[in-house]
């Protein structure tokens, strides 16, 4: 699976968007990218995933940029409960390949009142 | 749909002792997936299983682990022998493969610590 690269730590303010870089240079073209965040003492939680398309859901939205070397993940209206720690994965689709997750040291995000 | 369960929460042993862990998966979910995350790191992958079938383990999984999923639902995890060095908090998580995504649900882990 791709190496991916995200800042250690990052800050944003109460109601405003969080935007979360990844790079993931050398991803393949059957590579998804995976978001996964883990709060405090609790176990990652799934947000978002995607192959080339931007997505979005409940939780988030997930930009791919067109050379899918890097993405941002945007979550629209940061609330104190969003402070986590937030994981790019990008993974082999159709669970070809090592079928665990590989997390990095992912962001810290937190949320300022 | 309970989501993915694992006991104990918390456990405390003496170095040398043996202690096992068990996961119980989101009901239906084919796969169950061990990791093991240490202070300040990402969760790590140790082993997966697809029904019963141990399909996978990582280098991190020493002669001293072993884990089952007898009948393909719930897993144990096993650590013989333990060192301090295998304290962590032990994570499961359960995916049901469809197509060509794999969407992993985890529990909330057990904190394992060796005195």
């Known amino acids: 699976d791709a190496k991916t690269t995200q800042p250690p730590s990052m800050d944003c303010a109460e109601g405003r968007a969080a935007n979360l870089p990844c790079n993931h240079s050398?991803?393949?073209?059957?590579?998804?990218v995976y978001w996964y965040r883990q709060i405090h003492s609790q176990g990652p939680q799934y947000i978002i995933h995607?192959?080339?398309n931007n997505e979005t859901n409940e939780m988030a939205s997930l930009i791919i940029t067109e050379d899918r070397k890097s993405s941002t993940l945007i979550l629209p209206h940061a609330t104190l409960r969003d402070t986590a720690v937030y994981y790019c994965?990008?993974?082999?689709?159709?669970?070809?390949?090592?079928?665990?997750?590989?997390f990095g040291k992912g962001t810290h995000l937190i949320i300022q009142p | 749909d309970t989501g993915v369960s694992q006991n104990p929460r918390h456990k405390i042993t003496k170095r040398g002792q043996n202690v096992t862990f068990r996961c119980d998966p989101i009901s239906e979910h084919n796969r169950l997936y061990w990791y093991r995350q240490t202070l300040g790191q990402g969760p790590e992958f140790l082993t997966y299983?697809?029904?019963?079938?141990?399909?996978?383990k990582s280098r991190l999984l020493s002669d001293r682990f072993s884990a089952e999923r007898p009948k393909g639902s719930f897993s144990t995890l096993e650590i013989q022998r333990t060192e301090q060095g295998d304290s962590a908090m032990y994570l499961c998580?359960?995916?049901?493969?469809?197509?060509?995504?794999?969407?992993?649900?985890f529990g909330a882990g057990t904190r394992l610590s060796v005195l």
């Open positions: 994965i990008v993974r082999v689709g159709g669970g070809g390949g090592a079928d665990g997750l590989t």
């Open positions: 998580a359960s995916s049901l493969q469809t197509g060509m995504t794999n969407i992993q649900y």
């Open positions: 995607g192959l080339k």
């Open positions: 299983f697809q029904n019963e079938a141990q399909l996978e």
């Open positions: 050398t991803i393949s073209g059957n590579e998804y």
